[in-house]
């Protein structure tokens, strides 16, 4: 969610399972009963003939080599470049992992991805890395905002769309975070802003615009023990109008709404300290359908 919508993008937590074997998120624990004669007392395996062995072997190889097969065709009857990963290249639909045969990224303007190819899976790369961007920690920034709008927005918005983020996130704003005028928090603490795209979502396409849905989860709030805006995450969709200009995707505008939101789990909360060195150790990803 955008920090426009700070002061109340945290959801209230949804009903937790009374069922102390719940699967959700992961939570139920299997222990596994090995057999008794497993080993010889002594914590120590028996020897495996040697047929088994040569089975065990051979279907490791088997499986080796299917993969090897099914990486290469992959790509097979995909289009590459223009137009490539458009409808025909597996409708770039719900498969987190399905190969297009394209490469939907060529390189980087600055920290941000640039370069996106000019199709529907290009397009959905784009709108994947710029929702990154446009929620994160930087964009509170005056020294790197101003470089962010003009590398995602088109040219004829970037100087409105500048005004605009610099109204939204005046000094008020800030203090109501805890950041200075420079963005930054109080010494001893770290303000967290992380955006993850769960999915992307073609609206429409053409060869010069293109509207994409990315669904999107985050951690947001400030980190430290006097911190009275603890983090906390967030689901949300944002939804981007892209143009083809200058040789890659930009964005013309977007807008974002709550959700969709899975049910809370009951994992126990990572302290300030844990969250903060998380955020300074852990980088970010160019994310690619």
């Known amino acids: 969610m955008s920090h426009g919508d700070e002061r109340d993008y945290r959801s209230e937590p949804g009903p937790r399972t009374e069922d102390p074997y719940s699967t959700i998120g992961g939570t139920r624990q299997t222990r596994t009963r090995l057999p008794g004669d497993d080993n010889d007392g002594y914590g120590r395996r028996p020897v495996r003939n040697t047929r088994s062995l040569a089975m065990v072997v051979g279907v490791v190889v088997l499986l080796i080599a299917a993969i090897a097969l099914a990486n290469l065709g992959g790509g097979e009857g995909k289009g590459s470049g223009a137009g490539g990963g458009g409808k025909d290249s597996a409708t770039a639909g719900a498969g987190p992992t399905a190969a297009t045969g394209t490469k939907p990224v060529q390189g980087k303007n600055g920290t941000i991805a640039a370069g996106f190819a000019h199709d529907e899976q290009g397009a959905q790369s ?11 920690a930087d964009i509170l920034k005056p020294d790197s905002r101003s470089a962010i709008v003009r590398q995602i927005f088109v040219a004829e918005r970037v100087d409105e769309l500048e005004a605009k983020f610099s109204q939204a996130y005046d000094q008020e704003f800030l203090d109501k975070i805890g950041l200075d005028s420079n963005g930054n928090a109080a010494a001893g603490l770290t303000y967290v802003s992380r955006t993850a795209p769960v999915g992307t979502k073609t609206v429409s396409y053409s060869e010069t615009t293109a509207t994409v849905e990315v669904w999107c989860t985050g951690v947001f709030g400030t980190a430290g023990v006097s911190s009275t805006n603890p983090v906390s995450n967030d689901w949300f969709t944002m939804t981007l109008q892209l143009q083809w200009t200058g040789g890659d995707w930009k964005v013309d505008s977007f807008s974002q709404k709550d959700g ?12 300030a300290d844990e969250i903060a060195k998380a955020v300074e150790e852990y980088g970010g990803f160019t994310y690619a359908r």
Do not use: E
Not at 127 to 135: D, E, H, K, Q, S
Not at 260 to 271: G, W, Y
């Open 126 to 136: 784009a709108a994947a890395n710029y929702a990154v961007a446009l929620v994160s």
């Open 260 to 271: 969709p939101a899975p049910v809370n789990t009951d994992r126990t909360a990572s302290n």
